[in-house]
Antibody
């Protein structure tokens, strides 16, 4: 059973950069075609942040404009999220997730436990 | 972006009741619709994919239907452990988007 675990600072200052890592266990990160980040502000719904493909190409939510970067480190079996110029509205639980696609229909079948990141001075 | 609208936002039902949650997409998404269950403090859990396919290990009281713009998640006989928030999500086109959630409570 694949496991995903997020890690990173729980507190980031406004205008700073949020940095999170997702370590994949019990499976090779190369075994999946792509990996994603999803976030959830406290008491609110889910928002897809973006994804990185096995090729290294990325696809981001336009709502985050040019602030987001997702990268992968195959040697460490992990992928990462950076979100720059953060404000209080970026306060959320951040989940890493594995999208699985079958017959071109994709869904998130594995999720990390989530990590709360608070943006505050 | 494709907007996903769920109704109702919350409901309260008794154990054994049949519960139906609706999800409507702002444009046709064929069967690119997934349902998740989320309990407080936990990550979402995959229930239904491709609108009507039950994920392995999910109780058969959960079922999904629909295509195009209108979808339904049904719990045939509500159990205490089904108290949670349910989300629909489209994967027809990025940005992948979620409904706002439906909170199911047990009377």
């Amino acid at each position: 059973q694949m496991q995903l675990r997020e890690s990173g600072p729980g507190l980031v200052k406004p205008s700073g950069t949020l940095s999170l890592t997702c370590v994949v266990s019990d499976a090779s990160i190369a075994s999946s075609n792509f990996w994603s980040w999803v976030r959830q502000p406290p008491g609110k719904g889910l928002e897809w942040v973006g994804e990185i493909y096995r090729s290294g190409s990325t696809n981001y939510n336009p709502s985050l404009k040019n602030r987001v970067t997702i990268s992968v480190d195959k040697s460490k079996n992990q992928f990462s999220l950076k979100l720059s110029s953060v404000t209080a509205t970026d306060t959320a639980v951040y989940y890493c997730a594995r999208p699985y696609c079958s017959n071109s229909i994709c869904y998130f079948d594995y999720w990390g436990q989530g990590t709360l990141v608070t943006v505050s001075s | 972006d494709i907007q996903m609208t769920q109704s109702p936002s919350s409901l309260s039902a008794s154990v054994g009741d049949r519960v139906t949650i609706t999800c409507r997409a702002s444009q046709s998404i064929s069967s690119y619709l997934t349902w998740y269950q989320q309990k407080p403090g936990k990550a979402p859990k995959l229930l239904i994919y491709a609108a009507s396919s039950l994920q392995s290990g999910v109780p058969s009281r959960f079922s999904g239907s629909g295509s195009g713009t209108d979808f339904t998640l049904t719990i045939s006989s509500l159990q205490p452990e089904d108290s949670a928030t349910y989300y629909c999500q489209q994967s027809y086109i990025t940005p992948w988007t979620f409904g706002q959630g439906t909170k199911v409570e047990i009377k």
